[in-house]
């Protein structure tokens, strides 16, 4: 099966600071198959078979911490996951100068769609979906000071999800499936 670990808050501002190449050499040693690794922020595509995402969200966290110090967390999906997720997202949405669009992955924790009663949406600025493992929100960028998107930081919720823009979401999707042929 193929899946994404997505990490939460490494190289970001200067904190949290992982070289990539050691961290698919992290996840190699722990045993997971076809490393590949996209951009800084904490994408990582590999293979296993026979391990539940929990489990692989626990062994990876633990190998995080033992060879960097750090305590990051660390959320899988497979494939199937992440193709339900895009698809979801309306083909018009992206993230450019016109147009801040996000997929916010979410901890198994709070995966319901309850969890859009704790945000604050603005009618008429924000469109807000949920769909099994993520909250896609977009706002036009003329209208970002007034989204309730900025609102999210700082919050409860903040701390148990781990943002990608729609573009890069995307490219994550691309890289899965080239991965599994």
Request: proline share 2%; no cysteine; charged share 25%.
């Amino acid at each position: 099966m193929v899946y994404i670990a997505l990490l939460r808050g490494i190289n970001v501002g200067g904190k949290n600071k992982i070289d990539m190449k050691l961290l698919k050499q992290t996840f190699e040693q722990v045993g997971v198959n076809d490393v590949v690794t996209y951009i800084n922020t904490g994408n990582i595509i590999f293979s296993k078979i026979d391990t539940s995402q929990v489990e692989l969200s626990r062994i990876l966290e633990e190998a995080i911490h033992n060879d960097f110090g750090l305590q990051i967390k660390v959320v899988v999906r497979s494939v199937d996951d992440v193709r339900r997720i895009i698809n979801a997202i309306p083909e018009t949405w992206k993230n450019d100068n016109e147009m801040k669009s996000d997929v916010m992955f979410l901890w198994d924790e709070i995966d319901d769609e309850s969890v859009l009663e704790n945000l604050e949406i603005k009618p008429n600025i924000d469109t807000v979906k949920y769909i099994p493992g993520a909250i896609l929100w977009s706002v036009d960028k003329k209208n970002v000071s007034k989204s309730g998107m900025s609102k999210i930081i700082g919050s409860k919720i903040y701390k148990q999800i781990t943002v990608r823009n729609v573009n890069t979401a995307r490219k994550i999707y691309e890289l899965m499936q080239t991965h599994s042929r």
